[in-house]
């Protein structure tokens, strides 16, 4: 309607007639509607329009009431109408429909509002709540580090038949700029029943900008890497902590507590590209998607082996080379169904980044004896698990694991390893979720068994603590590499779900004593 364009001057002529009018006819309310879709200058944000538009009123109220019109008119030519003023204003939301559009929905939430702070209040007179802390953090940070290596020119040796040379290992971008990161911090913490219990919440959420990535290149110029500002990347989390003391007495404390986190990474640019792929030495390649997560696995989907050449025949695929699939090949699914399995058949297999994470513990202490225990545990984090795709492609003369021992060998047979194949020229070994793997796991990061004296011992030691560890005993997960909690020292975030035989971290057992003089 008229009114909903900010600051509109409405003539006179529609505003005087304090008797009841007569209703107007649709096309009248139309072309009324119209008034507010009317195109302003792009490079202002006011512009004055004639009172033209006022004309069709009198027109189509004619064939209602002709005496109307004319009463209008003359009123009309005796005074000039005021120039309608329209201002320029951005897209604004609509609260009264977020709250709703009756009075209830906003008494509801002013009632809520003082509900909870009435709450808190008598909460904290009758010492329910011992501490209650409430922290906003905004912090805009830049990586100091950037050119170390991508915005410069540098040299590798490498053998060239009989003789070692040097060549150029990447193009330079002399114009890399920092990555800049805007964060803001919402935290709330809390202590209440008389320091028993303590819970924490902290919310982040942020935005880089001009983030540096690895983008593709032709390949005439027989470099690896080409890094350039191209990617805008928001960054939203939240984790919730919990300590909580179940039993406190003189002899016997019993206390638990753990944290769990979520994060999400969403990719809203890539410089004018939809999507950046990034493909490795061994055939491993990356995606990184607008509107999707950086840095996600990217190859064909596997759903088992053909266990016979009738299967196979009844697939009718080829590969990229025009080759068929027959009995003991791995069975491709052909994504947009044109009888080819090939690089159009690409899908994303998973990204790295976890669904959520966290760890949890526990502390028993009766007398002076103490237990304590401590896990860690991460779900739905995907690895690339490169050691298998190595040691069960059957390919090559090079030594193999136990599991090539089960590879397809008699019609019929039902397994999850392809034939042996020299060479692989149909493709059991390219990059697939056959080499994808849910790194998810439970492991108990320590265990500790203590005893604490308190009294002098030969009137030479003060008080001590017997003890004995262990590390990293237990892990329950179904990754099948050496260790599913592995982690890269080079800050490369894009291969950090990469498994390349990353040694494991140990298992210990440790024996000790903390004596104090």
Do not use: C
């Amino acid at each position: 309607e008229i009114s909903s364009i900010s600051e509109t001057k409405v003539p006179p002529v529609l505003m005087e007639n304090t008797e009841e009018e007569p209703s107007l006819p649709t096309p009248v309310k139309d072309k009324m509607q119209s008034v507010s879709e009317v195109q302003l200058p792009e490079n202002g944000t006011e512009s004055h329009l004639e009172p033209e538009p006022v004309s069709w009123i009198f027109e189509e109220v004619a064939a209602i009431d002709p005496q109307i019109v004319e009463t209008e008119k003359t009123e009309k030519e005796t005074e000039k109408p005021a120039p309608i003023l329209i201002k320029k204003e951005k897209a604004k939301i609509n609260y009264e429909k977020f709250i709703g559009e009756n009075l209830f929905g906003k008494i509801g939430i002013l009632v809520l509002v003082v509900g909870v702070g009435l709450f808190v209040k008598y909460a904290i007179d009758k010492d329910w709540i011992n501490r209650l802390d409430i922290r906003a953090e905004y912090s805009l940070m830049g990586n100091s580090r950037f050119s170390s290596n991508y915005g410069k020119s540098y040299y590798s040796s490498s053998p060239y038949m009989a003789v070692s040379g040097i060549l150029r290992t990447q193009i330079p971008n002399t114009h890399l700029k920092p990555e800049v990161t805007s964060q803001m911090n919402l935290s709330l913490d809390a202590s209440i029943l008389r320091n028993r219990i303590n819970v924490g919440v902290d919310y982040y959420r942020g935005r880089s900008k001009d983030v540096i990535m690895n983008i593709s290149k032709s390949a005439v110029y027989g470099t690896s890497a080409y890094y350039a500002n191209v990617s805008k990347i928001d960054n939203n989390g939240v984790e919730l902590s919990l300590q909580a003391s179940l039993v406190r007495l003189r002899d016997f404390e019993w206390i638990v507590g753990g944290n769990i986190s979520f994060m999400e990474s969403n990719i809203k640019s890539l410089g004018g590209k939809e999507q950046e792929v990034i493909e490795y030495e061994d055939g491993s390649m990356l995606v990184s998607r607008v509107g999707g997560n950086p840095y996600e696995f990217y190859g064909l989907q596997a759903t088992g082996v053909y266990s016979t050449q009738s299967e196979a025949e009844e697939a009718a695929l080829l590969n990229s080379s025009n080759q068929p699939y027959r009995a003991g090949d791995v069975r491709y699914v052909d994504q947009n169904n044109d009888g080819r399995i090939d690089s159009k058949d690409y899908v994303s297999l998973g990204s790295a980044t976890p669904d959520y994470f966290g760890g949890f513990y526990t502390n028993i202490r009766y007398k002076q004896f103490a237990l304590a225990a401590e896990f860690s545990y991460s779900k739905g984090n995907e690895a690339y698990n490169a050691v298998r795709q190595t040691l069960e492609s059957a390919s090559s003369f090079s030594n193999q694991s136990v599991a090539v021992a089960n590879r397809w060998s008699v019609e019929g047979q039902v397994t999850n390893i392809p034939r042996a194949n020299y060479g692989d020229a149909i493709g059991n070994n390219k990059f697939s979720s056959r080499w994808i793997e849910d790194a998810s796991y439970l492991r108990m990061k320590s265990v500790t068994l203590s005893y604490s004296f308190d009294k002098p011992v030969w009137k030479f030691f003060r008080s001590g603590t017997l003890y004995v560890t262990g590390e990293n005993l237990l892990t329950a997960t179904k990754y099948l590499g050496l260790d599913p909690e592995f982690a890269y020292s080079s800050g490369n975030s894009a291969i950090q779900g990469f498994d390349y035989a990353k040694v494991m971290q140990p298992k210990s057992v440790k024996l000790g004593i903390n004596l104090k003089f």
